[in-house]
Nanobody
């Protein structure tokens, strides 16, 4: 029954900082053992994992984006956020938040937000 909903601006200009919020209902950001992730999908491309904040607060980023990425959470509001600095047109994508868990065969995303379109254009 957990639901996730992304929110934030749809249009960005190069060099600006993207800020997105994921609001979680029907679940808690601190519940063992879930990892709250940001994923994006550029037009015509596959999914790209951005990073997560774990139930205990540990944060991990995709190394290719780490220098520009910041993930945080506000457990009292049941929200976690993504900030991506110095955006370029290559950051244009549909951005998703999702709940992730681990199994012996790998990771699994069991709940997704609807996704929000972010377009970076000059």
């Amino acid at each position: 029954q957990v639901q996730l909903q992304e929110s934030g601006p749809g249009l960005m200009k190069p060099s600006q900082t993207l800020s997105l919020t994921c609001t979680v209902s029907g679940g808690s950001l601190t519940t063992d053992s879930y990892y709250w992730s940001w994923i994006r999908q550029p037009p015509g491309k596959g999914l790209e994992w951005i990073g997560y904040i774990a139930y205990g607060g540990f944060i991990k980023y995709n190394p290719s984006l780490k220098s520009r990425t910041s993930i945080s959470r506000d457990t009292s509001k049941s929200q976690f956020t993504l900030q991506l600095t110095s955006v370029t047109p290559e950051d244009t994508a549909v951005y998703y938040c999702a709940r992730m868990s681990f199994f012996n065969y790998g990771h699994h995303f069991d709940s997704w937000g609807q996704g929000t379109q972010v377009t970076v254009s000059s």
